[in-house]
């Protein structure tokens, strides 16, 4: 049931506004340590900027990382279109990495699983990892809010805020997702879900947002040390001032030896590495000036309802030679001379300047089970890698709409193995410069998350970069 925020601010204390970002930053760095986020999706990095971005994990590679001491760097597995077989996989063959890395170089570290704010996702991963690390002596502590998505948790209910409405998660679109549908918007309720039992909600500990801002964070990280070991730790959180001193307390925690491993979503990364939050990019930031005269790609692949009517109301202000619609039936069944035409098309707007909008036909065809549901998702996924393969004009930027989308045409499109994060070009949508082994060096990258943003953010954007 939709509550109203106001309603519940009145019966809740002010909020801490203490500067406990500044203070994180001091004490991560006391930890010595380096925070490997591991993001089942690309757009994870959507709060951050200056970090490193791998898409190989290999002893050597993560090797390095740890000799170089980077405080921060993000794995980005995209396994939230996989199995839960195939996630599992991964998960153990990272967590395997990372300990042997470590070793190598005697570097700690903290595992961040990074996934969805709308909790959609394999929440098996942090379990894996957790195992699979021998970290049989830490607590997990799961926190999905993302303030830049409008995603919060408030009595352990995780909503979705629309204006000064609060509806719980378990009642948008979101919840029905063919492969992550869920049924509990209570935390405590979906994790003893999400574990089939295995956990009951009744062991699950949480912090209620008067505690958070009533009582000091030594306080709140005695009781966080106190959790017995293969403890499930909540915490509610309606804005940054919540999240940064709940983060506090974990540091303080982890100082005191306190084993923690985490799935988080977004917001969680810069509160506990503590960066300092950064403007916009502006278009002088991220312009590749040796491609002004070209044209820019906008691919969006993301079926979500929000991507629906982003790229709705953006097909109204491109013409008609500029905008490809990429039929699905027609790639099921057979896609190469269909999409030769379309790859000739791209290269001939683009290079006589014109922006280009490639999409997806928008009715969902699914299978009959999970695994053909995710073989329909990646054939289609497929079919939008070529296009960015066989095209052979470097466009002024590049713009990907949906998680899978970005994550498979960074990497199988442009065959990008490391990139930077620059920032943001709006809340919640990062840009990457993808690096020196891309099919474009240098190309601007515009990682647009499907369910971020209102109804003018695609084309706001893309005017933005024109």
Not at 77 to 95: A, F, G, H, M, V
Not at 139 to 162: A, C, K, Q, W
Not at 393 to 411: C, E, F, N, Q, W
Request: glycine share 6%.
């Amino acid at each position: 049931m939709s509550v109203l925020l106001s309603n519940i601010t009145k019966q809740l204390p002010l909020e801490d506004t203490s500067d406990y970002r500044e203070l994180n930053k001091s004490l991560f760095k006391d930890l010595d340590r380096t925070c490997v986020v591991i993001d089942d999706d690309p757009t994870g990095n959507q709060t951050v900027y200056d970090v490193p971005l791998l898409t190989e994990w290999d002893v050597d590679t993560l090797t390095k990382e740890f000799k170089n001491k980077t405080p921060i760097f993000f794995l980005l597995t995209n396994s939230r279109s996989l199995s839960k077989e195939q996630s599992t996989e991964i998960y153990k063959d990272i967590s395997r990495n990372i300990l042997r890395a470590s070793e190598r170089v005697d570097r700690a570290f903290t595992v961040v699983s990074r996934s969805d704010s709308t909790l959609r996702g394999h929440f098996e991963e942090i379990i894996v990892a957790k195992n699979t690390l021998n970290f049989s002596d830490a607590i997990t502590v799961f926190l999905p809010v993302m303030f830049e998505g409008n995603r919060v948790t408030v009595n352990d209910v995780h909503y979705i805020s629309n204006g000064d409405t609060l509806v719980p998660v378990n009642e948008t679109p979101f919840s029905c997702d063919h492969t992550f549908g869920y049924t509990n918007a209570n935390l405590k309720a979906w994790i003893q879900e999400k574990t089939s039992g295995n956990v009951s909600s009744s062991d699950v500990f949480s912090l209620p947002l008067e505690t958070v801002r009533n009582k000091t964070v030594e306080w709140l990280s005695e009781h966080i040390i106190s959790l017995q070991s293969g403890t499930f730790c909540i915490s509610n959180a309606l804005n940054y001032y919540d999240l940064d001193k709940i983060t506090q307390a974990l540091l303080l925690a982890e100082k005191q030896g306190k084993r923690i491993v985490y799935r988080t979503s977004s917001s969680f990364v810069p509160s506990y590495v503590g960066l300092k939050p950064r403007p916009l990019l502006t278009l002088e930031d991220i312009q590749d000036s040796a491609n002004e005269l070209v044209g820019g790609l906008t691919i969006v692949g993301s079926y979500v309802p929000k991507s629906s009517e982003q790229l709705n109301y953006a097909l109204n202000h491109y013409n008609e030679a500029t905008i490809i619609e990429i039929n699905v039936e027609k790639i099921l069944e057979e896609a190469k001379p269909y999409l030769a035409k379309i790859v000739a098309k791209v290269d001939k707007q683009i290079g006589e300047g014109h922006d280009v909008i490639v999409f997806t036909s928008r009715t969902l065809i699914t299978g009959k089970t999970t695994q053909s549901n995710i073989d329909i998702a990646s054939k289609v996924s497929n079919t939008l890698v070529t296009i960015v393969r066989e095209m052979e004009v470097r466009p002024k930027y590049l713009l990907a709409k949906g998680g899978i989308t970005s994550h498979d045409l960074a990497t199988k499109g442009l065959g990008m193995k490391r990139s930077k994060v620059l920032g943001q070009i709006e809340p919640g949508i990062p840009v990457w410069e993808m690096d020196g082994g891309t099919k474009f060096p240098g190309l601007p990258y515009i990682v647009f998350p499907g369910n971020v943003g209102d109804e003018k953010s695609l084309l706001t954007i893309t005017q933005k970069l024109s």
